[in-house]
């Protein structure tokens, strides 16, 4: 199965900060990745796929990009409604997903 | 408003079964394809099974850690999906979620989770 690395798996920032998250996968995944925003007690939420398309309905301020093996989450003005964990997957072979990325407030 | 809303969930002992269900409203379900997704307490997300719709051959696949011993099905009747679950382990104690198989074409098909149920805990342990 390729496994995929989020790093880091967490971080602290202040509201309005620009805060990157990256995926690396182990092998090439091409651009079959996508994002997904969880919160305490609830079910993820999709943010982005296929690297870089922003779902409907998602706020601008968050972003993909990347490909083959290496990937970007980037919110770029953290709000407080952000603080959350962050996944990646990728779809490319049997599905996986990174470990997670926890925003904290700082 | 798309909906899906798990059932079945609850305590049973290792080597036990149980079958969890989804029922979904606010889409055609008859022509969605569906998944499960589970997440055992404080860890990540697992890809358990899909099944696509009928019309699309209505086919299954199953993660490595389950294959054999899990199988999706769907009543598109009951606008219901499915996840039976036997020979269960400690290690399958998870939230289990119920999630549309969303896909995008643009000369090749991307595949995601677009929506979501709340989850249903099933806890493994004698």
């Known amino acids: 199965d390729i496994q995929m690395t989020q790093s880091p798996s967490s971080l602290s920032a202040s509201v309005g900060d620009r805060v990157t998250i990256t995926c690396r996968a182990s092998?090439?995944?091409?651009?079959?990745l996508n994002w997904y925003q969880q919160k305490p007690g609830k079910a993820p939420k999709l943010l982005i796929y296929?690297?870089?398309s922003l779902r409907s309905g998602v706020p601008s301020r968050f972003s993909g990009g990347g490909s083959g093996t290496d990937f970007s989450l980037t919110i770029s003005s953290l709000q407080p409604e952000d603080f959350a964990t962050y996944y990646c997957?990728?779809?490319?072979?049997?599905?996986?997903f990174g470990q997670g990325t926890k925003v904290e407030i700082k | 408003e798309v909906q899906l809303v798990e059932s079945g969930g609850g305590l049973v002992k290792p080597g036990g079964s149980l079958r969890l269900s989804c029922a979904a409203s606010?889409?055609?379900?008859?022509?969605?394809?569906m998944s499960w997704v589970r997440q055992a307490p404080g860890k990540g997300l697992e890809w358990v099974g899909r099944?696509?719709?009928?019309?699309?051959?209505?086919?299954?696949e199953y993660a490595a850690p389950v294959k054999g011993r899990f199988t999706v099905s769907r009543d598109d009747s009951k606008n219901t999906q499915y996840l039976e679950m036997n020979s269960l382990r400690s290690e399958d104690t998870a939230v289990y979620y119920c999630?549309?198989?969303?896909?995008?074409?643009?000369?090749?098909?991307?595949?995601?989770?677009?929506?979501w149920g709340q989850g249903t805990l099933v806890t493994v342990s004698s």
């Open positions: 999630t549309t198989w969303g896909r995008y074409y643009d000369g090749s098909a991307y595949y995601f989770f677009d929506y």
């Open positions: 606010g889409f055609t379900f008859s022509k969605a394809w």
């Open positions: 099944i696509k719709s009928k019309t699309d051959g209505g086919t299954t």
């Open positions: 092998q090439s995944v091409s651009n079959y």
């Open positions: 296929a690297a870089s």
């Open positions: 997957q990728q779809t490319y072979s049997t599905w996986t």
